[in-house]
């Protein structure tokens, strides 16, 4: 079946390291989102890639980082630089342009808390 | 920034009765989106409306668009407990960056 697999389900920082999320899609889809979501509250887009080795920061960009180096993959950096990292991350693509105009499909997530 | 903005943000109802969530948005779209989300789970796609259609159907799911306005429903008939989850919309702009807006999310719990 195709669709997007988020690794790990559940991820624990220390103070001052970083953190990699895992986000592979076999769907073929050209663009890739990352967006967080904290409790009871609605999703903000981090990073967005519309093509290999492109992408675009979103909404809350800053203590993150991304890179699309194969169309399958975009895996997520929390860095030291994240003060509040605690929340739940979703990882979400789509087919071709134009963007917005196509629904997204995501992963089921993975739950970052600190240590 | 947030575009979409659901109302009410949570709803509670008996099993078989209708569910009614509105989401309002502030610019000019080319879509509207709605999408579930169950709980610890990633959203799945529900229905996506265009501009251009004023409501579309999907099983127990009815959705409304009013461009004048700038507003949404989507209403779920005969509601189930498997109903239980939070619903989002979102919102596919004219201008700007070609990416979603997702508005905050109502909550919906259907009672046995």
């Known amino acids: 079946d195709g669709g997007i697999t988020q690794s790990p389900k559940y991820l624990f920082r220390k103070e001052g390291q970083n953190v990699t999320l895992s986000c592979e899609q076999n769907l073929n889809h050209d663009a890739m989102y990352w967006y967080r979501q904290d409790p009871g509250q609605g999703l903000r887009l981090i990073y967005y890639?519309?093509?290999?080795?492109?992408?675009q920061k979103g909404d809350i960009a800053e203590g993150y980082s991304v890179s699309r180096e194969k169309k399958e993959s975009f895996p997520l950096t929390v860095t030291s630089a994240q003060k509040n990292p605690t929340a739940f991350y979703l990882c979400?693509?789509?087919?071709?342009?134009?963007?917005?105009?196509?629904?997204?499909?995501f992963g089921d997530g993975t739950r970052l808390s600190i240590l | 920034s947030q575009q979409g903005e659901e109302d009410p943000q949570a709803l509670s109802i008996q099993e078989g009765e209708n569910a009614t969530m509105n989401c309002s948005y502030k610019t000019s779209i080319n879509n509207l989106q709605w999408y579930r989300q169950n709980s610890g789970r990633g959203l799945v796609h529900l229905i996506l409306i265009r501009s251009n259609e004023r409501e579309k159907h999907s099983g127990r799911l009815r959705v409304t668009l009013d461009t004048s306005k700038k507003s949404s429903s989507l209403l779920i008939t005969a509601s189930r407990a498997a109903d239980t989850a939070s619903y989002f919309c979102a919102t596919g702009p004219i201008q700007g960056a070609q990416k979603l807006v997702f508005g905050q999310g109502t909550r919906l719990t259907i009672n046995p």
């Open positions: 979400a693509s789509s087919p071709r342009q134009p963007w917005s105009e196509w629904p997204q499909h």
């Open positions: 890639s519309q093509i290999v080795n492109d992408f």
